[in-house]
Structures are given as structure tokens and as C-alpha cells.
Nanobody, 121 residues
Framework: QVQLVESGGGLVQPGGSLRLSCAAS????????MGWYRQAPGKERELVAI???????NYPDSVKGRFTISRENAKNTVFLQMNSLKPEDTAVYYC???????????????WGQGTQVTVSS
């Protein structure tokens, strides 16, 4: 069994910063792409940031320049540093990881349970 556990969400004022973490645990052979998505009330889930196994990153325009994704491969962990937060960043943030559990097995996409980020004064 593989689990992704997020942490670091909370309430922050506009212009503030938060750092989210997501650790993958369980039987893991390798992790390919890792990423963060978010879903605000009444809206579809959207991509926030993605990072490949060699460190290449991609962001939508809505967060580019404000959010930074990184990963620590030795700890199977992905981070999301969020700066200059805006009220429209309020959402539940989910991490995801494409994982191969044993050598030669297929890749599967796993998701965390989500962590709430609220940006409000």
C-alpha cells in the first residue's frame, strides 16, 4: 500500500506565504512525476505545479513566479512553496505522485487526502 500525506496548510493573510509538504510512504520502487493540484469550492480541480524525476518543473500562469515546487527524492517528498498568496489561491491542495511499486510493475497515480489553504484577512 502506498500513502501520500500532505501537511502545511492553514490560514494566511493575503501576501503571506505557506509551505506545503507531501511524503509518500509504503512499498515504493521509484517515483516519476510529482505534483500539486487544487480545488476551490464549486470549481474543477486544477494543476498548480508539477516536477519530473529529473527536476523539470511546470506551472500555470496563475501561480508562475509565486509558487515553487521542489522534491527530495531520498525522502520521497515533494514541497510547494507558496509566496504572495492571494484570496483566489484559497482551495484544498492535493499532492500526486506517479509511482512504480516494484521493479517492472506498471506506474500508478496516487493522491493525497488534501490540505486546506485559506487566504483571508
Amino acid at each position: 500500500q502506498v500513502q501520500l500525506v500532505e501537511s502545511g496548510g492553514g490560514l494566511v493573510q493575503p501576501g503571506g506565504s505557506l509551505r506545503l509538504s507531501c511524503a509518500a510512504s509504503g512499498r515504493i520502487f521509484s517515483i516519476n512525476t510529482m505534483g500539486w493540484y487544487r480545488q476551490a469550492p464549486g470549481k474543477e480541480r486544477e494543476l498548480v505545479a508539477i516536477i519530473t524525476s529529473n527536476g523539470s518543473t511546470n506551472y500555470p500562469d496563475s501561480v508562475k513566479g509565486r509558487f515553487t515546487i521542489s522534491r527530495e527524492n531520498a525522502k520521497n517528498t515533494v514541497f510547494l512553496q507558496m509566496n504572495s498568496l492571494k484570496p483566489e489561491d484559497t482551495a484544498v491542495y492535493y499532492c500526486t505522485a506517479v509511482i512504480r511499486r516494484i521493479f517492472g510493475s506498471p506506474l500508478y497515480d496516487y493522491w493525497g487526502q488534501g490540505t486546506q489553504v485559506t487566504v483571508s484577512s
